[in-house]
């Protein structure tokens, strides 16, 4: 990508550190006057990828902190800018000044991730290796972490690159075919056409496949747990979590508001958000708590409908159970049926298909036949612990890239029912354009202020 920057582009400057107070502070400059104004915060010539041991002044001459000044030339640097970095104590105090003189000194204060955004405008690396520093930022898991790694090296774009250039030899040949009749090129009948598209749907479903455990560890699964009053739900809630996080008691409608939990299973995050009893209340408070819960139910990626089998009617359907939900449970929200208190009912736990729902009967309180909802909610994910070849991916590269597979499911279709050689090359074309969306090969500034604006200031 060419640069968007112009030549005499602002000087942006940012704290690089963690917020708080620490050992070591960094204060990362990057624009055509970083080492001008690093050279009048230190008073010192800055040569090239060296090390200097310096006093930090401000513009007044007082000086603020020692430390060490670090100058890297353009384009040989993280944003292919010229960048000084300014390591000095952790105080927040401290770098407020020095942050504060670089401002003076005629610096501007970066927007979120606009180092990163100047460092894929200036190519020095795609949008997926951008997006790939937020997400090893932000990783909760071991696993997730090294898979961003992976996709900040460029391992995704790799295989995305791969697939482009597959799709654009296969777009030569088709189009050749189109355009120079008289060279008797009948892709119709050798074959080699549909069997490219064969390759290629398997190579894009293989790296789906990827992207989406990649995705799922690094933003994890949302589970809603929903229910009548005194189902179970909190108690589930803190099965599920291994701590007493939400409020258990016999009295109907504890809960009134949304609580959160973040934990793990095996590897794999797990967002569980606990909701208000679903029944008819005349009390403001339960009725807006019931509202929430209807929120997060539509929000979800899998709900846990709790019910209690000492007091439901296990046999009818969720849609009978639940009347006024029955919509909002049906339809692409995938339904796990928990029979709760089997403890009480004499049953022991267990796991079953039942219908359209997966059914999983366990005690919350006891513990009993929690773990087998705790696999039933791998599998449903399709999550595999350790997955060694995976990389971070997003939502929207899983979008992309199953919009691209649809393309060339068309282009198939188009080729093997109509042969019509044009509209398998449009889709070509479109899955092409729709795969450079992931590297920002082709993108819009609509997403790119999208991506960046989620990155921290210092990156």
């Not at 009948?189 to 990649?214: I, K, M, P």
């Not at 967002?271 to 408070?285: F, W, Y």
């Not at 969720?318 to 339904?335: D, F, K, Q, T």
């Not at 909610?377 to 199953?402: C, I, P, T, V």
Request: contains cysteine; proline residues 4%.
């Amino acid at each position: 990508m060419t640069s968007a920057l112009a030549p005499d582009a602002d000087t942006i400057v940012a704290v690089a550190t963690a917020p708080g107070r620490g050992g070591i502070g960094i204060i990362r400059l990057s624009g055509p006057a970083a080492r001008q104004i690093g050279q009048r915060l230190t008073g010192s010539p800055l040569q090239s990828r060296h090390a200097h041991f310096c006093y930090f002044r401000e513009l007044s001459g007082e000086v603020v902190d020692t430390g060490i000044a670090l100058y890297f030339p353009g384009p040989h640097s993280f944003t292919g800018e010229d960048v000084v970095e300014l390591q000095g104590h952790g105080g927040p105090i401290i770098l407020d000044l020095l942050l504060r003189a670089c401002l003076e000194a005629g610096a501007r204060q970066a927007r979120p991730g606009e180092f990163s955004e100047r460092a894929y405008l200036n190519d020095k690396l795609d949008l997926a290796q951008a997006e790939a520093i937020a997400d090893l930022i932000n990783s909760t898991t071991e696993q997730a972490a090294r898979n961003a790694h992976r996709s900040l090296q460029g391992e995704f774009s790799r295989l995305v690159n791969e697939l482009v250039e597959g799709v654009t030899r296969l777009r030569i040949y088709v189009e050749a075919a189109i355009d120079f009749p008289e060279e008797e090129i009948d892709f119709l009948a050798d074959g080699r056409v549909a069997g490219e598209l064969r390759e290629l749907t398997r190579q894009l479903q293989s790296v789906l496949d990827s992207a989406h455990q990649g995705s799922l560890l690094q933003e994890g699964m949302k589970v809603v747990i929903a229910g009548r009053p005194n189902a179970g739900k909190s108690s589930l809630l803190n099965a599920l979590a291994g701590q007493d996080t939400a409020i258990v008691t016999p009295v109907e409608g504890t809960t009134r508001d949304v609580l959160r939990e973040h934990i793990q299973i095996d590897g794999m995050p797990l967002h569980i958000v606990d909701t208000a009893g679903l029944r008819d209340s005349v009390d403001a408070v339960e009725q807006e708590g019931i509202r929430r819960a209807q929120v997060e139910i539509a929000s979800a990626d899998r709900v846990l409908l709790v019910l209690d089998m000492t007091r439901e009617n296990l046999a009818a359907p969720p849609s009978e159970l639940w009347p006024r939900e029955a919509g909002m449970l049906s339809g692409n929200i995938p339904v796990t049926v928990i029979h709760n208190k089997c403890d009480l009912a004499s049953l022991p736990p267990a796991l079953q298909e039942s219908g359209e729902h997966t059914v999983v009967r366990l005690s919350a309180k006891q513990g009993n036949g929690v773990e087998l909802l705790r696999q039933h909610l791998k599998d449903s994910m399709n999550y595999h612990e350790g997955d060694s070849s995976s990389f971070s991916a997003r939502r929207r590269h899983l979008q992309a890239l199953q919009q691209a597979a649809s393309f060339l499911d068309s282009g198939r279709r188009q080729l093997e029912e109509a042969g019509a050689g044009e509209l398998l090359a449009e889709d070509l074309r479109a899955c092409h354009d729709t795969l450079g969306t992931i590297t920002g090969k082709i993108t819009s500034d609509e997403l790119l202020g999208a991506i960046f604006s989620s990155f921290c200031i210092g990156k």
